[in-house]
């Protein structure tokens, strides 16, 4: 089955830039999309076909996918972005279908 | 708003039978996919099955086949996941979340998700 992995944390300074990578075989050619989950929280959606944004979700929140390697891209961190972060593609070629990354939490320092 | 509500918290015993569910509002329920995602304690998101609440049509992990049991009653906009026999393995807080756009196969994101409802199994 297809397997997504993203580092297990990431820490970043308040008002700077955060980089969550999801690495993938071939992940460029698929549609890559990202959630958010808030400790006790359920998981907000801020991320959608590689660079596309819900609406609602700042600007902050980018996306872009090539190669082996998706990132999600949170610019002028705020101690509000602190929280566990999970990329998500759909594997036409498993019965997996819905395949979630490993999860990064990223911590606001 | 599209929303998913979902039943409450449970405790169960280990063998026993459980159905909870995931009622949708805001949207036409019969005209997206909705599927069910595990999360168990401090772990990463598991995604379990999902189905189209306008024919039924069902799709399952490899996983989780033959473990669960995803329905849906159209009538009342409302998805189920049950369990014929718990297991202390299955304590875990399960969501529900609608494909985000309609579409005749499960193919993309999940927008929105329901609110979670955590199943505790335990002699």
């Known amino acids: 089955s297809y397997v997504l992995t993203q580092p297990p944390s990431v820490s970043v300074a308040p008002g700077k830039t955060a980089r969550i990578t999801c690495g993938g075989n071939?992940?460029?050619?698929?549609?890559v999309h990202w959630y958010q989950q808030k400790p006790g929280q359920a998981p907000v959606l801020v991320v959608y076909?590689?660079?596309d944004r819900p609406s609602g979700i700042p600007e902050r929140f980018s996306g872009s996918n090539s190669g082996n390697t998706a990132t999600l891209t949170i610019s002028r961190v705020e101690a509000g972005d602190e929280a566990d972060y999970y990329c998500?593609?759909?594997?036409?070629?498993?019965?997996?279908?819905?395949?979630f990354g490993t999860g990064t939490k990223v911590t606001v320092l | 708003e599209v929303q998913l509500v979902q039943s409450g918290a449970e405790v169960k015993k280990p063998g026993e039978s459980l159905k909870i569910s995931c009622k949708g509002s805001?949207?036409?329920?019969?005209?997206?996919?909705i599927g069910w995602v595990r999360q168990m304690p401090g772990k990463g998101l598991e995604w379990m099955g999902i189905i189209y609440p306008g024919d039924s049509d069902t799709r399952y992990s490899p996983s989780f086949q033959g473990q669960v049991t995803i329905s849906a009653d159209k009538s009342i906009s409302t998805a189920y996941l049950q369990w014929s026999s718990l297991k202390a393995s299955d304590t875990a807080m399960y969501y529900c979340a609608r494909q985000g756009i309609a579409a005749p196969r499960p193919n993309n994101w999940f927008d929105p998700w329901g609110q979670g409802t955590l199943v505790t199994v335990s002699s």
């Open positions: 071939n992940i460029g050619s698929k549609s």
């Open positions: 998500q593609v759909w594997d036409s070629s498993s019965d997996h279908f819905y395949v």
């Open positions: 805001g949207y036409s329920f019969t005209s997206y996919w």
């Open positions: 076909d590689d660079s």
